[in-house]
């Protein structure tokens, strides 16, 4: 079973510019081709997207864990960005993150939810099945290097 008992306090927050040092960081960390810090302030500019941040209390002190970024327009919604702080993976924190992303995108009466993922991220591919997501089809070397899985889920 997966280790959400590790979550012990957490909270989901907007991002704000504030958070964008600590954003990059995870970002150069977990992507080959990292978003710049101008990309990160035109979505908090953006009013169809929501940039979120997961902050968790780690030996007493409040750490960024992780962040998504998604966009939603006419009941769809599209996820452009979701990164967990390498040290704290696997402890839950994406699965929070976007089931809470997810419940609110239902309250927006959201009806379908797509994103894009490289087809060798088996651990993305693998988080987004467990929140019902399909496989809908590829986009041709949509990385330049390497193809894109195009993932969707309907409500
Ligand atoms: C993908 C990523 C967001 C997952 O974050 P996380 O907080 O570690 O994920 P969770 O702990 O919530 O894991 C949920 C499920 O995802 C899958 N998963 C997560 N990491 C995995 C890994 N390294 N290998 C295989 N499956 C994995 C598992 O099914 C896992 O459930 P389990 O732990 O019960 O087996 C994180 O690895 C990351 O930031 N990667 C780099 C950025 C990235 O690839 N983002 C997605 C772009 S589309």
Do not use: C
């Amino acid at each position: 079973m997966h280790s959400e008992k590790d979550l012990i306090d957490y909270s989901i927050q907007p991002m704000t510019s504030d958070d964008l040092e600590d954003v990059l960081k995870i970002e150069r960390a977990s992507f080959p081709n990292p978003w710049t810090k101008g990309q990160f302030e035109s979505e908090l500019r953006n009013p169809v997207s929501t940039s979120l941040t997961l902050k968790a209390e780690e030996s007493g002190a409040e750490v960024l864990a992780a962040y998504v970024i998604y966009w939603v327009v006419h009941g769809e919604a599209h996820i452009l960005n979701i990164a967990v702080n390498p040290l704290m993976r696997r402890r839950g924190m994406a699965t929070v993150l976007l089931r809470e992303s997810l419940k609110t995108m239902r309250r927006s009466l959201v009806y379908e939810v797509f994103l894009e993922v490289r087809k060798s991220n088996s651990a993305a591919r693998d988080l987004y099945r467990k929140f019902g997501f399909v496989e809908a089809f590829v986009r041709r070397k949509y990385y330049g290097d390497e193809d894109a899985i195009v993932m969707k889920l309907e409500f």
